[in-house]
């Protein structure tokens, strides 16, 4: 089974700093990685998508990696802002099987 | 385009009650899933199919049913509702299972007293 880890689970910076998130996971094999952003009772809003043959995708102020050999994935936020505060979590789904395997999420709080 | 729309936004139940929390999407994807967030524990993937009359069980699908008779809809049903069963319940769909970005719904609120 895949699993996939979020740390931190919360994090505080003011605003303007440049922070990065994280997400770990321990199978390889996976088609893609997904990064999505919700705000407290809502839906999922996605962000960004890699495919495994990607290293990293860029929109905006938002920069995602992906190191499939390490099992690893970044999402670079640039100059956040208040607006950014929200839960963020990646998802990837595995070349076997038809699944999607989510993180627990990191809780972003951006201080003004 | 609606994107994927979720009826009813809140429920409550008493237990032992049966109901089913509609999903639709206007996108045309062939792949659509159901997943409950309870805190501490993410999105759990409930039930999924990969085309209409296509459907299989995900990592918690036990006493929820599905059924897939068309490419737009996609509904969940509780057969006989349990405390355990209170939770937020999404559906998503993507273009294809593996490849392609998934687009939720709001989300179904569900108690179950």
């Known amino acids: 089974k895949q699993e996939v880890t979020q740390i931190p689970a919360a994090l505080s910076v003011p605003e303007g700093e440049n922070l990065v998130l994280n997400c770990s996971f321990t199978?390889?094999?996976?088609?893609?990685l997904q990064w999505f952003r919700q705000d407290p009772g809502k839906g999922l809003t996605s962000l960004l998508l890699?495919?495994?043959?990607?290293r990293e995708q860029t929109s905006g102020r938002l920069n995602a990696s992906l190191d499939k050999s390490s099992g690893r994935s970044t999402l670079y936020i640039a100059a956040s802002q208040p607006g950014d505060s929200a839960t963020y979590l990646c998802?990837?789904?595995?070349?076997?099987?038809?699944?999607?395997?989510f993180g627990t999420g990191t809780s972003l709080t951006v201080i003004p | 385009n609606a994107g994927v729309t979720q009826t009813p936004k809140f429920q409550v139940l008493k237990t032992g009650q049966s109901m089913t929390l509609q999903c639709a999407q206007d996108?045309?994807?062939?792949?659509m899933s159901w997943y409950r967030q309870d805190p501490g524990m993410g999105l759990r993937l409930i039930h999924y199919?990969?085309?209409?009359?296509?459907?299989d069980q995900g990592e918690v699908p036990n006493g929820y049913n599905v059924s897939r008779s068309t490419t737009e809809d996609f509904p969940l049903r509780l057969l006989s509702a349990a405390p355990s069963q209170t939770s937020v319940y999404f559906c998503?769909?993507?273009?294809?299972?593996?490849?392609?970005?998934?687009?939720f719904g709001p989300g179904t609120r569900l108690t179950v007293l």
């Open positions: 998503a769909s993507s273009y294809d299972r593996g490849s392609s970005e998934q687009f």
């Open positions: 199978d390889s094999a996976i088609y893609n």
């Open positions: 890699i495919q495994s043959s990607q």
């Open positions: 998802a990837v789904s595995k070349l076997t099987g038809n699944q999607f395997y």
């Open positions: 996108m045309n994807h062939e792949y």
């Open positions: 199919s990969v085309g209409a009359g296509i459907t």
